[in-house]
Each structure stands twice: as C-alpha cells, then as structure tokens.
C-alpha cells in the first residue's frame, strides 16, 4: 500500500523567514567573463604556479600593477544623480516599496549622455602608492599604447626604482595596445618586463578588483555632499579625479595587492574558475 504524503502549507512570510534561517536570500546574478574551457586550465595553471607566494612576494616581485579604463564624467546635479544610481546595489525595504528613486537602480547597459566626453585613463601602483595617472587623449591603439610604455609608464618606473635596469609590470592580454607589435617593441625598448595574467581574469588585476571601484567610491562620496546648483567644468572634474586616485592611501593599496594571495588560493580551490571575491576587507 502506498502512503500519500501529506501537503505542508506556508505563507510567505514563513518561507522567507526559513530561508534567512539559512542564509538564502534573493542576490543578483554576477557580472563575470565567460570563460572557456581553455581559460579555466590557464587560470587553474596560474593559481598553482603562484598558489605559495607570500604578501610580501607579491607586494616586493611586481614593480607596478597597470591598466586602462575609461571614466564617464559628471558635471551636473543631473548627471551626478545618475551616477549615484548606477552605484546603487541593493536595498532593504518593505513590499510594495521600490519605485521611487531611492530604490531603483540604472541598468549598466542603459545608455546615458552626462553632457561630456568620457577620459580615458592610464593608471599602475605599486610601493604603496598610485604611481601612473595618465590621461590617454586618443584612440587606444598600439602606437598609442607604444608611446605609453616609452613616456610616463617607464618615467613612473624609474621614478620609483631608480637604482634597476629593467622593471616588471603586471598587465593583462588587451590584444589593441599591450600585445601589439608597437607595444611590444616599446616594452623592450624601455627594459619593461610583463607579469602576465590569464585571459579574462580581471579578478586578478588589482586595478579592476580594487582601485577603479575605490576611486569611483569616493568621487561619488564627494557628490552627494555637493549643492544641486554646483557645476564643473569636464578639466574640472578630471583634475578631481586624478587628486582622489592619488590620495588613495598606501594601506588600502598593499592590501589590495596583498590580496593576491586570498585570490590565488581560491582560484585553485574552484579549479580555475569563477571564484566569491567578497569577504575580504580592503580598507
């Protein structure tokens, strides 16, 4: 004989109140490279070559840590507004609640003109300090990225190591400026060697894991205490920008760094694929 169960009845609130009893709860999706086969054995191979290394091996063994990345600029009391918005991650709130602005989010993907020409920005740190603050007038190119290399990446470097004959980087594989034959060329021109990192690894790159998200943090921390009727200029907001990046304190970014320990372990703990990056204080 067969026995039915029987049906279990709950309100939502119960079955809410069991799922925060676990921990469960309603999160966005990630937003993540799509990797492939091939990039979850080079990541995986990264993590295992690199897995022993201590903070201070990767804090003393790459001179400069460096990137690109493009910064929408905000002028306005409108535009700084949607900026914010973009900023906004998650809320709580009552149901029914989550129309009005306080609780709605822009799409990333949402098209948006601020009014002014976005800057494209060439940053590196290392020995505890922003080192490189470059805005990149034209379009990335090799020839761009070659000039680069040869200008303030390799002043920047002599700067900070005057006493070496060659410097180590770590950068990413952007095929347009780093890898292209005129990039290339000035890096050994300028006795500049690559630390290189996997394919569609920015969670391995201090500057998109930690820097770019610091610096836009605290442009927005500095707007919302300014008057709606308060305007900048596009040079303006720019030279703010750059005065921001380069107060960044040296705490926040040898443990931004440091992290790359944290980073390694559980990139080879998850076998070379997408690892949880949060729980970690950076300061």
Known sequence: ???????CKACDKVVRKALRTRKIAFRKMRSKPLLTTEDRIERFAFAKKYLRKSRGWWLEEIDQHWDLKNFSVYTHAAARAVAAMREVRGAYRAPGQGLDEAYVVIPKDLRYNPGAKSVRIAGSVGGGRVRLWHEVGK?????????????PLASSLRAQCPNKRSW???EDND??????????AAKRKAKI??????KRSPDLSVLDYAVWKQVTRKMRAQERKFPRSKRETRAEYIVRLRKVAMSLPRQFIDDAIGNMVTRCRRLYDAQGGHFEE???SLR
Do not use: D, H, Q
């Not at 004989?1 to 049906?7: D, S, Y």
């Not at 060697?193 to 996997?198: G, L």
């Open 139 to 151: 379009r990335w190119s090799g020839s761009v990225a070659a000039k680069v290399y040869e200008g």
């Open 193 to 198: 060697r690559i630390f290189e990192i996997p």
């Open 168 to 170: 180590k980087v770590l």
């Open 175 to 184: 095929p347009t400026g780093f890898k292209s034959n005129a990039g290339e």
């Open 1 to 7: 004989m067969i026995k039915k169960r029987a049906k």
């Open 278 to 280: 949060g729980g970690i």
